[in-house]
Protein backbone atom coordinates (compact mmCIF):
# COMPACT_ATOMS: atom_id res chain seq x y z
CA UNK A 1 0.00 0.00 0.00
CA UNK A 2 1.73 3.45 -1.20
CA UNK A 3 1.43 6.35 1.45
CA UNK A 4 -0.30 9.35 0.03
CA UNK A 5 2.34 12.08 -0.87
CA UNK A 6 3.10 14.62 1.88
CA UNK A 7 1.93 17.94 0.84
CA UNK A 8 4.15 21.31 1.47
CA UNK A 9 4.20 23.68 3.88
CA UNK A 10 3.27 26.03 1.41
CA UNK A 11 0.28 23.85 -0.26
CA UNK A 12 -1.28 23.50 3.40
CA UNK A 13 -0.53 26.90 4.14
CA UNK A 14 -2.91 27.93 0.72
CA UNK A 15 -5.50 25.79 1.69
CA UNK A 16 -6.08 26.81 4.87
CA UNK A 17 -5.55 30.34 3.79
CA UNK A 18 -8.25 29.68 0.88
CA UNK A 19 -10.41 28.16 3.14
CA UNK A 20 -10.39 30.26 6.46
CA UNK A 21 -9.56 33.60 4.95
CA UNK A 22 -12.95 34.25 2.83
CA UNK A 23 -15.11 35.19 5.35
CA UNK A 24 -12.83 38.00 6.80
CA UNK A 25 -11.78 39.14 3.27
CA UNK A 26 -13.72 42.61 3.95
CA UNK A 27 -11.46 42.91 6.68
CA UNK A 28 -8.19 42.12 5.02
CA UNK A 29 -8.94 44.29 2.11
CA UNK A 30 -9.40 47.55 5.05
CA UNK A 31 -5.76 46.16 6.15
CA UNK A 32 -4.57 46.32 2.76
CA UNK A 33 -5.67 49.72 2.53
CA UNK A 34 -3.55 50.79 5.43
CA UNK A 35 -0.79 48.87 4.80
CA UNK A 36 -0.89 50.38 1.36
CA UNK A 37 -0.96 54.25 3.28
CA UNK A 38 2.03 53.16 5.40
CA UNK A 39 4.15 52.26 2.83
CA UNK A 40 2.93 55.19 0.85
CA UNK A 41 4.13 57.89 3.89
CA UNK A 42 7.30 55.35 4.46
CA UNK A 43 8.34 56.18 1.02
CA UNK A 44 7.29 59.59 0.83
CA UNK A 45 9.68 59.75 4.00
CA UNK A 46 12.47 58.90 2.14
CA UNK A 47 11.85 61.13 -0.94
CA UNK A 48 12.15 63.80 1.52
CA UNK A 49 15.49 63.01 2.87
CA UNK A 50 17.45 64.85 -0.38
CA UNK A 51 15.61 68.05 0.12
CA UNK A 52 16.13 68.01 4.18
CA UNK A 53 19.81 67.37 3.33
CA UNK A 54 19.88 69.88 0.03
CA UNK A 55 18.03 72.96 1.87
CA UNK A 56 17.17 72.48 5.38
CA UNK A 57 20.99 71.45 6.36
CA UNK A 58 23.08 72.79 3.71
CA UNK A 59 20.97 75.34 2.08
CA UNK A 60 20.36 76.90 5.26
CA UNK A 61 24.44 77.11 6.28
CA UNK A 62 24.75 78.48 3.00
CA UNK A 63 22.26 80.98 2.67
CA UNK A 64 20.18 81.92 6.02
CA UNK A 65 17.43 83.64 4.18
CA UNK A 66 16.44 80.05 2.96
CA UNK A 67 15.24 78.97 6.61
CA UNK A 68 11.82 79.73 5.67
CA UNK A 69 11.98 76.08 3.94
CA UNK A 70 12.81 74.29 6.79
CA UNK A 71 9.13 74.31 8.54
CA UNK A 72 7.63 73.07 5.34
CA UNK A 73 9.50 70.03 5.48
CA UNK A 74 9.76 69.17 8.85
CA UNK A 75 5.44 69.43 8.90
CA UNK A 76 5.74 67.20 5.74
CA UNK A 77 7.93 64.98 7.74
CA UNK A 78 5.98 65.00 11.20
CA UNK A 79 2.21 64.43 8.73
CA UNK A 80 4.00 61.41 7.47
CA UNK A 81 5.55 59.78 10.46
CA UNK A 82 2.13 60.51 12.09
CA UNK A 83 0.22 58.87 9.26
CA UNK A 84 2.49 56.07 8.91
CA UNK A 85 2.21 55.43 12.80
CA UNK A 86 -1.54 55.27 12.93
CA UNK A 87 -1.42 53.33 9.71
CA UNK A 88 0.44 50.91 10.93
CA UNK A 89 -1.54 50.64 14.30
CA UNK A 90 -4.95 50.18 12.33
CA UNK A 91 -3.52 47.33 9.51
CA UNK A 92 -1.62 45.66 12.58
CA UNK A 93 -4.39 45.73 15.13
CA UNK A 94 -6.75 44.44 12.25
CA UNK A 95 -4.63 41.89 11.14
CA UNK A 96 -4.21 40.49 14.57
CA UNK A 97 -8.27 40.20 14.94
CA UNK A 98 -8.40 38.20 11.69
CA UNK A 99 -5.39 35.57 12.47
CA UNK A 100 -7.04 35.21 16.21
CA UNK A 101 -10.43 34.81 14.64
CA UNK A 102 -9.40 32.24 12.12
CA UNK A 103 -7.68 30.46 15.38
CA UNK A 104 -10.88 29.63 16.38
CA UNK A 105 -12.33 28.25 13.63
CA UNK A 106 -9.63 26.02 12.79
CA UNK A 107 -9.67 25.18 16.62
CA UNK A 108 -13.62 24.65 16.29
CA UNK A 109 -12.94 22.70 13.24
CA UNK A 110 -10.31 20.23 14.96
CA UNK A 111 -12.73 19.89 17.75
CA UNK A 112 -15.45 18.90 15.70
CA UNK A 113 -13.33 16.28 13.76
CA UNK A 114 -12.26 14.54 17.29
CA UNK A 115 -15.53 14.21 17.79
CA UNK A 116 -16.18 12.12 15.02
CA UNK A 117 -13.54 9.76 15.77
CA UNK A 118 -14.11 6.71 17.47
CA UNK A 119 -12.48 5.22 20.98
CA UNK A 120 -9.14 3.72 18.75
CA UNK A 121 -7.65 6.96 17.57
CA UNK A 122 -7.72 8.13 21.41
CA UNK A 123 -6.55 5.22 22.64
CA UNK A 124 -3.34 4.93 20.25
CA UNK A 125 -3.28 8.72 20.33
CA UNK A 126 -2.27 10.65 23.49
CA UNK A 127 -4.61 13.03 25.31
CA UNK A 128 -1.29 15.62 25.34
CA UNK A 129 -0.87 15.30 21.56
CA UNK A 130 -4.52 15.95 20.89
CA UNK A 131 -4.42 18.99 23.32
CA UNK A 132 -1.15 20.36 21.89
CA UNK A 133 -2.51 19.83 18.18
CA UNK A 134 -5.63 22.11 19.67
CA UNK A 135 -3.78 24.70 21.23
CA UNK A 136 0.04 25.20 20.74
CA UNK A 137 -0.24 23.60 16.57
CA UNK A 138 -2.83 26.25 16.09
CA UNK A 139 -1.13 29.14 17.49
CA UNK A 140 1.69 28.59 15.54
CA UNK A 141 -0.35 27.99 12.26
CA UNK A 142 -1.96 31.54 13.38
CA UNK A 143 1.71 32.96 13.35
CA UNK A 144 2.23 31.80 10.12
CA UNK A 145 -0.95 33.04 8.52
CA UNK A 146 -0.85 36.71 10.47
CA UNK A 147 3.20 36.76 9.05
CA UNK A 148 2.60 36.08 5.71
CA UNK A 149 -0.35 38.22 5.48
CA UNK A 150 1.13 41.02 7.06
CA UNK A 151 4.53 40.42 5.27
CA UNK A 152 2.91 40.66 1.79
CA UNK A 153 0.90 43.25 2.34
CA UNK A 154 3.00 45.49 4.30
CA UNK A 155 6.34 44.70 3.55
CA UNK A 156 5.88 44.30 -0.04
CA UNK A 157 3.92 47.44 -0.28
CA UNK A 158 6.48 49.21 1.24
CA UNK A 159 9.49 47.60 -0.72
CA UNK A 160 7.88 48.79 -4.27
CA UNK A 161 7.10 52.09 -3.23
CA UNK A 162 11.09 52.39 -1.71
CA UNK A 163 11.59 51.30 -5.44
CA UNK A 164 9.77 53.86 -6.93
CA UNK A 165 11.49 56.42 -4.85
CA UNK A 166 15.15 55.01 -6.05
CA UNK A 167 14.20 54.38 -9.40
CA UNK A 168 13.13 58.40 -9.77
CA UNK A 169 16.03 59.43 -7.60
CA UNK A 170 18.93 57.35 -9.63
CA UNK A 171 17.35 54.86 -11.79
CA UNK A 172 21.22 53.49 -12.84
CA UNK A 173 22.01 52.83 -8.90
CA UNK A 174 18.70 51.44 -8.27
CA UNK A 175 19.84 48.43 -10.91
CA UNK A 176 23.15 48.08 -9.51
CA UNK A 177 21.85 47.53 -5.98
CA UNK A 178 18.83 44.80 -7.12
CA UNK A 179 21.83 42.96 -8.33
CA UNK A 180 22.24 41.68 -4.76
CA UNK A 181 18.33 40.66 -4.64
CA UNK A 182 19.58 37.27 -6.18
CA UNK A 183 21.82 36.52 -3.07
CA UNK A 184 19.60 37.42 -0.64
CA UNK A 185 16.99 35.90 -1.57
CA UNK A 186 19.32 32.61 -1.73
CA UNK A 187 20.02 33.30 2.30
CA UNK A 188 16.66 34.02 3.19
CA UNK A 189 15.52 30.67 1.35
CA UNK A 190 17.92 28.57 3.29
CA UNK A 191 17.40 30.56 6.74
CA UNK A 192 13.71 29.56 5.91
CA UNK A 193 14.01 26.30 5.71
CA UNK A 194 16.37 25.95 8.54
CA UNK A 195 13.91 27.96 11.00
CA UNK A 196 10.94 25.37 9.77
CA UNK A 197 13.09 22.49 10.83
CA UNK A 198 13.58 23.89 13.86
CA UNK A 199 10.12 24.72 14.59
CA UNK A 200 8.85 21.30 13.39
CA UNK A 201 10.90 19.69 16.48
CA UNK A 202 9.64 22.23 18.79
CA UNK A 203 6.13 21.09 18.03
CA UNK A 204 7.33 17.84 18.08
CA UNK A 205 8.86 18.14 21.48
CA UNK A 206 6.00 20.05 22.91
CA UNK A 207 3.54 16.98 21.81
CA UNK A 208 5.61 14.78 23.66
CA UNK A 209 6.12 16.79 26.99
CA UNK A 210 2.10 17.66 26.91
CA UNK A 211 2.16 13.72 26.54
CA UNK A 212 3.95 13.39 29.41
CA UNK A 213 2.24 14.99 31.92
CA UNK A 214 -1.45 13.62 30.71
Given amino acids: MTKPAQKSSW ?53 PETLHVVIPLGLMIMASFI ?4 ATYLHTTRMNKVS ?13 HFMTLDLKFFHDNPSGH ?5 TNDVNVMRAAVSDTMTGIGNNLLTLLFLLGVMLVQDWKLTLICLTVF ?7 Y ?14 AQTAHLMGVLT
Fill in 11 to 63: QILSRLLKKYTKPYLGQIGIAMIFMLTAAAATASFAKLLQPILDKAMIGVQKN
Fill in 83 to 86: IRGA
Fill in 100 to 112: QSIVADIQKDVFS
Fill in 130 to 134: LVSRV
Fill in 182 to 188: PLASGLV
Fill in 190 to 203: VLGRRLRKISKNMQ
